[in-house]
């Protein structure tokens, strides 16, 4: 907890904290519901996997709503929107932008050798998730801590624990983020 606390909980006053509202999250646990065809949330105990399935499908929709509530713009159209077609991946001028979710009290991991622009987010269990910002490859490069392998065989990689949040580039709105990613470009 004292690394997650030196390497992200000292910068949250740079953060946005974004409240998701449960009905957002309600929406999420029906799709996952229909999906695996359940009658409740409580059967995903049943399921082999049903709770990871569960727990991997917000990680993939909690930074969109996050940022959604920030731009005050739909990214999404959630009520026809298949959960299997959700990435963890935005395109914004032309770039893919990877946006990558940590639990409260843990520092983000990355593939080693991403080859884009990644934007951290913090989820605390409480409904709240912090935008944290945006970090160039650059950025990732030379801010990195541990790193392991993930995954055995052909699907292995190599992923990297970021530990720069000081040097992430904050943006409050659609149109800031798209000027950073462009700069990137340059």
């Known amino acids: 907890m004292i690394h997650f606390i030196n390497n992200v909980l000292k910068y949250k006053s740079l953060f946005h904290i974004i409240d998701i509202p449960y009905r957002d999250i309600h929406l999420i646990q029906k799709k996952v519901i229909n ?13 082999f996997e049903g709770e990871q399935y569960y727990k991997n499908n917000l990680h993939k929709c909690l930074p969109i709503l996050a940022l959604e509530k920030l731009f005050t713009k739909r990214i999404f159209d959630w009520d026809n929107l298949d ?7 935005l395109t914004i001028e032309n770039t893919k932008v990877y946006l990558k979710l940590c ?16 934007i ?28 392991r392998t993930i995954g055995i065989g052909s699907r292995a990689k190599r992923v990297v624990e970021f530990i720069g949040f000081e040097h992430l580039k904050n943006f409050s709105s659609f149109e800031e983020l798209s000027l950073i990613v462009k700069e990137e470009n340059e």
């Open 83 to 89: 959960l299997k077609s959700i990435q963890s991946i």
């Open 120 to 147: 951290f987010f913090v989820y605390d269990d409480k409904k709240e998730v912090w935008i944290c910002g945006l970090a160039r490859k650059e950025t990732i490069s030379r801010f990195q801590g541990k790193e």
């Open 35 to 47: 999906d695996l065809k359940l009658n409740n949330l409580n059967q995903l105990r049943d399921k």
């Open 103 to 118: 639990e409260y009290g843990k520092t983000p991991e990355v593939e080693k050798d991403i080859d884009g622009p990644v």
